[in-house]
């Protein structure tokens, strides 16, 4: 089974310009936390979480109109093709440490994304049995990794930067 028969089609994307204020707007009106930056031809260039907006916004202290979504996104997009296998994917989730990946056509471009949900739904389905290589045990083993990944990015000893 490929990624394009299990990812989720429908990804709320945001522009390389966007700033943090317009990058809220789409989580809200998408009601997401996890938003792929994408440059003009469709391709990923950053991904940005609502918490990566949170530590931003704190440590800048500035408005959230006034910082570029790109200074706060992870730039290492962690990516898929959309005819990959699912247990490629799953197997690149979790050695990612990451919840969700982007995934894209032949070109580079974003055409969905691939979550923990979709392989939990996909097991589901399944019920106990392995579909293709991949089993219940799996979607908890990309959870257990993905809960690794929780690295702060500022010091956590509650002192915010000084504005310059």
Same mark, same amino acid.
């Given at each position: 089974? #490929? ?13 390389? /310009? ?5 990058? @809220? ?6 009601? +997401?936390?996890?938003? %792929? ?10 991904? &940005? ?5 949170? &530590?931003?916004?704190?440590? /800048? #202290?500035?408005?959230?109109?006034? !910082? ?6 992870? $730039?290492?997009?962690?990516? +898929?093709?959309?005819?990959? %296998?699912?247990? /490629? ?8 440490? @990451?919840?969700? &990946?982007?995934? @894209?056509? !032949? ?6 994304? *691939? ?9 589901? $389905? ?7 290589? *991949?089993? =219940?045990?799996?979607?908890?083993? @990309?959870?257990?990794?993905? =809960?690794?990944?929780?690295?702060? $990015? ?6 915010? %930067? =000084?504005? /310059?």
């Amino acid at each position: 089974m #490929n990624v394009n028969q299990v990812m989720t089609r429908q990804v709320a994307t945001a522009p390389l /310009s966007a700033n943090l204020r317009e990058v @809220v707007g789409v989580m809200m009106a998408n009601g +997401c936390g996890w938003v %792929p930056i994408v440059d003009a031809e469709g391709r990923p260039a950053g991904v &940005i979480t609502d918490r990566d907006v949170a &530590i931003e916004a704190w440590r /800048s #202290n500035r408005r959230l109109g006034e !910082l570029l979504a790109m200074d706060a996104a992870r $730039r290492e997009v962690v990516v +898929c093709r959309d005819t990959s %296998p699912v247990q /490629s994917a799953e197997a690149l989730m979790r050695t990612a440490h @990451v919840r969700r &990946i982007g995934v @894209v056509d !032949l070109r580079g471009r974003l055409v969905g994304m *691939l979550s923990v949900d979709d392989l939990a739904q996909l097991a589901v $389905r399944a019920g106990n049995r392995d579909v293709e290589g *991949l089993s =219940s045990e799996d979607v908890l083993n @990309v959870v257990a990794e993905a =809960s690794q990944n929780r690295r702060p $990015r500022v010091p956590a000893v509650g002192h915010r %930067p =000084s504005a /310059s």
